[in-house]
């Protein structure tokens, strides 16, 4: 079965670079792409009223407009209680340190990676060998 990994990211460029570095590796996804935090989770939830699975990884930003990552991880936490939880994973340039400190032991985050995803941080995540 396919896997689907969205890419929640107000940045043109990040986007392109995190979606390329996916088409690279060799397995076949479906690929989302979210420009804000709140059309990401529109779909979170509406995926959720219909009964679906959420994407089985999310690539998440942490600085974007009206909503950032973090509200968005607040409120997919509160919308998605009793379903299979996505695996998110931040990309971030990570300006503030504390972002980086909360991320590790953030409960919804699988791990962190600076922008932009490269191969070798891809092979950490889908060979599950990410340390928090």
Not at 4 to 33: G, H, P
Not at 98 to 127: C, Q, W
Request: charged residues 30%; hydrophobic residues 40%; proline residues 2%.
């Amino acid at each position: 079965m396919q896997r689907t990994v969205c890419i929640i990211d107000d940045d043109l460029v990040s986007q392109f670079a995190t979606r390329y570095c996916l088409e690279q590796y060799e397995e076949d996804f479906t690929i989302l792409t979210f420009g804000s935090a709140e059309e990401g989770l529109v779909y979170c939830a509406e995926r959720i009223d219909e009964k679906e699975d959420l994407p089985d990884i999310i690539f998440l930003d942490l600085v974007m407009g009206d909503m950032d990552g973090w509200a968005f991880l607040e409120n997919l936490q509160l919308i998605s209680e009793n379903v299979k939880q996505p695996e998110v994973f931040v990309l971030s340039a990570f300006t503030n340190s504390k972002d980086r400190a909360v991320a590790k032991s953030h409960k919804l985050i699988s791990g962190y990676f600076d922008k932009p995803l490269n191969k070798t941080n891809l092979l950490k995540v889908f060979e599950k060998k990410m340390t928090k």
